[in-house]
Each structure stands twice: as structure tokens, then as C-alpha cells.
């Protein structure tokens, strides 16, 4: 069964800082591009960050450019997020998925089941 499963989700104040986690089973994540998305109730997906499945390119959205880091272990099929400065429009459920394509457009292969990520004092 090819999974991907997201963590490090929560409840953090403004200004802090988010680890998430994005780890893959039952296929090798190297052979994907993986981008992480952002969804929220009653707005459109949201493209955050996405990484070639080398590192040798990595895409990161306006609204996180400067404040996040992407970066891939493919021996262990894991994909980390780091978010810092972490304001309120940063709020949503945080999605991975593992595709062609690193411009956050069309389909992607696999999807995780989302980590909540909630930014309030």
C-alpha cells in the first residue's frame, strides 16, 4: 500500500516554529518529487513548498519564501518541512504528496492524511 504519513503538526504561538514530517511506505519516495500543500475551510489548496526528488530544486511559495526550509532524506523516504516566524495565515492542514511535478500544479501520485497546524496566541 503506498502511504504517505504526515507529523509534527500543532498548536503553536505566533513567531514560533514547526517541524513537520512527511514519510513515505510501500514505494520509494527518490523516485518523486514531493510538495507540500496547505488547505483551508473554504478556500482553494495552497502551494507551500516542493523538492525534486535529488534536492537539486526546491520551489517555495511568496507567502513562506524566507522563513522555511525543505529538505529530503531519501534513505529514510522522509521529507522535513521546517517553518519559522510562523504567523496566523499559516493556519491550516498541512498535506505531503509525492508526484511528477514541482510547481504545485496537476496531480500527484500519493497524498498523506494532513497534520493540523494552528497559529494563535
Known amino acids: 500500500q503506498l502511504q504517505l504519513v504526515e507529523s509534527g503538526g500543532g498548536l503553536v504561538q505566533p513567531g514560533g516554529s514547526l517541524r513537520l514530517s512527511c514519510v513515505a511506505s510501500g514505494f520509494t519516495l527518490a523516485d518523486y518529487s514531493v510538495c507540500w500543500f496547505r488547505r483551508v475551510p473554504g478556500e482553494e489548496r495552497q502551494g507551500v513548498s516542493c523538492?525534486?526528488?535529488?534536492?537539486?530544486?526546491?520551489r517555495f511559495s511568496d507567502s513562506v519564501k524566507g522563513r522555511t526550509a525543505l529538505s529530503r532524506d531519501n534513505a529514510k523516504n522522509t521529507v522535513v518541512l521546517e517553518m519559522h516566524n510562523l504567523k496566523p495565515d499559516d493556519t491550516g492542514v498541512y498535506f505531503c504528496?509525492?508526484?511528477?511535478?514541482?510547481?504545485?500544479?496537476?496531480?500527484?501520485?500519493?497524498w498523506g492524511q494532513g497534520t493540523q497546524v494552528t497559529v494563535s496566541s
Open positions: 523538492i525534486s526528488p535529488t534536492s537539486d530544486f526546491i
Open positions: 504528496a509525492a508526484g511528477a511535478r514541482t510547481d504545485f500544479k496537476g496531480t500527484y501520485d500519493v
